[in-house]
């Protein structure tokens, strides 16, 4: 069988954060987890329609349509982080949106890989904050694979994805190690072997968050996000897939 695989979803998926490709496109876990894929089955099919800042409801309207056409058999998806991030957010509803995704991709046998958030209060005060919200997100990911056969893999406390070198400086986007760790904990969930250490945090110890630290952060990249929610703006508005179409990769 040749894995027909799409990636639905939203910054993480577009791998903002990450190394990009030489040609400035943005690289990411997903593309990093086809490539890997590629090398252990000879090669796959891959598109990647993700595109930052998309809300699960965008998600759905906007992507899904195309992922369906593609005939695929693997779909991953990320979504709600950016509702739930919102004020006023409602999980509950965030969490019924993400069902409407995946119900008609399992209806068609397609096997579904839902990537819940990381532990965001490791990272920041706002991540403290905000702690429940994405809590009740990722307590509805994985309810909704259990009751569709989807896939959620877990991801352990005190792993990588809470240590800040595994983050871009906004804290917000993984960097390129945790990009290729998420890409590591997706394989090996899908018997890609070669993978089993993917949680395990570099040596050494993060560096030290003092106030000097955390105000410039504030600063440079917390008070300019909390004005794009404030007016309503996206950092996707106007842009289209970087992969909107499937496309053969080969071992190597």
């Given at each position: 069988?040749?894995?027909?695989?799409?990636?639905l979803?939203d910054s993480?998926?577009?791998g903002?954060g990450?190394?990009?490709?030489?040609d400035g496109?943005a690289?990411g876990?997903a593309d990093?987890?086809?490539?890997k894929?590629a090398n252990h089955h000879?090669?796959?099919?891959?598109?990647n329609?993700a595109?930052r800042?998309?809300?699960?409801?965008e998600?759905?309207t906007?992507?899904?349509?195309s992922a369906?056409?593609?005939?695929?058999n693997l779909?991953?998806v990320t979504?709600?982080?950016?509702?739930?991030?919102?004020?006023?957010?409602?999980p509950e509803?965030?969490v019924?949106t993400l069902?409407?995704?995946?119900r008609?991709?399992?209806?068609?046998?397609?096997e579904?890989l839902?990537i819940?958030?990381?532990?965001?209060?490791?990272?920041s005060?706002?991540?403290r904050?905000?702690?429940r919200?994405?809590?009740?997100?990722?307590t509805?990911?994985?309810?909704i694979?259990?009751?569709?056969?989807?896939?959620?893999?877990?991801?352990?406390?005190?792993?990588?994805?809470?240590d800040?070198?595994?983050?871009s400086?906004d804290?917000l986007?993984?960097?390129?190690?945790?990009?290729e760790?998420?890409?590591?904990c997706?394989?090996?969930?899908l018997?890609?072997p070669?993978y089993?250490?993917w949680?395990?945090?570099?040596?050494g110890l993060?560096?030290r968050?003092g106030i000097?630290?955390?105000?410039?952060?504030a600063?440079?990249y917390l008070?300019?996000w909390?004005?794009?929610?404030i007016?309503g703006?996206?950092s996707g508005?106007?842009?289209?897939a970087?992969?909107p179409?499937?496309?053969?990769?080969k071992a190597?």
């Open positions: 069988m040749t894995y027909r695989y799409v990636a979803g993480l998926s577009e903002i990450d190394t990009p490709w030489p496109r690289r876990w990093r987890l086809a490539q894929m000879g090669e796959i099919l891959y598109a329609l595109v800042g998309k809300r699960a409801e998600v759905l906007e992507q899904l349509e369906l056409a593609f005939l695929p779909v991953s979504a709600g982080v950016n509702d739930v991030l919102r004020p006023g957010a409602n509803a965030v019924a069902g409407r995704i995946v008609p991709l399992r209806a068609r046998q397609i579904v839902l819940s958030a990381p532990d965001l209060a490791a990272l005060i706002p991540g904050l905000l702690a919200r994405v809590s009740a997100l990722n509805g990911i994985a309810a694979a259990r009751r569709y056969g989807a896939q959620a893999p877990t991801l352990p406390a005190g792993s990588v994805f809470e800040l070198r595994a983050w400086p804290r986007h993984l960097n390129a190690l945790g990009h760790r998420l890409a590591c997706v394989a090996s969930n018997a890609v070669g089993e250490d949680a395990q945090r570099p040596p993060p560096p968050r000097a630290t955390e105000t410039r952060w600063i440079g008070a300019p909390i004005g794009r929610r007016r703006v996206s508005d106007g842009r289209l970087k992969m179409t499937l496309n053969c990769l190597g």
